[in-house]
């Protein structure tokens, strides 16, 4: 079974809603490029909702001089994109998924590969974590405070017995890498 695992930057304040200039993939340093690019080496999919996509596509197709090779990851990778209303997704290596998201997942997880890769898509995540279905939890926390913005958790969502999936990595930019898996999804592997 594949693992599926929700990567996000999020704010000191919790906020994965980028309402600032925090985030920018042109400033990582050389190490936060490496730990991306190890990340990428165990995943072959790409799970996005249909704004987080139409966002990607719009920008990463486009980045033909990309030294760090992310761009040449997310543009060869198979993207799944959960949307109701795209019916040509326009970018190679594209694979709308229509229906209950939550089924369709359930289906991917099933089938052979290697991990599925959530990012920004907050509804989408939102929807995961309601239904149980994240393995791991990637977190990259930047040192910036936005006061607002939608949170990875929905309201009212309580969670408990996730255990550490790696040490938590300080890279030169100031931006934290922490991980956790749920005492489930650990005992699972």
């Known amino acids: ?10 704010t000191l304040d919790g906020s994965i809603e980028m309402l600032g200039d925090w985030f920018n993939p042109e400033t990582h340093d050389d190490e ?9 080496e165990t995943a072959d999919a790409l799970l996005l909702g249909r704004q987080t996509f139409q966002d990607f596509r719009s920008y990463w197709p486009h980045q033909t001089d990309d030294p760090t090779g992310i761009a040449d ?10 949307s ?34 959530a ?17 791991e939890y ?26 550490p999936a790696a040490a938590p990595v300080t890279f030169p930019g100031g931006v934290t890498l922490a991980s956790w898996t749920a005492r489930t999804s650990a005992a699972r592997r």
């Open 1 to 10: 079974m594949r693992s599926l695992i929700i990567t996000q930057n999020i």
């Open 32 to 40: 936060l490029t490496a730990e991306l690019r190890r990340q990428d």
């Open 73 to 82: 990851y997310i543009n060869g990778v198979t993207k799944y994109v959960v």
């Open 84 to 117: 109701s209303t795209i019916t040509d997704p326009q970018w190679s290596n594209s694979v709308i998924v229509s229906g209950d998201p939550v089924e369709q997942v359930r289906t991917l997880k099933a089938a052979p590969g290697g991990d599925i890769v």
């Open 119 to 135: 990012t920004g898509s907050i509804t989408l995540c939102h929807n995961l974590i309601t239904a149980g279905l994240v393995d």
């Open 138 to 163: 990637r977190l990259f926390v930047y040192p910036y405070v936005q006061g607002g913005g939608r949170r990875l958790f929905p309201d009212g969502t309580t969670i408990s017995g996730f255990v």
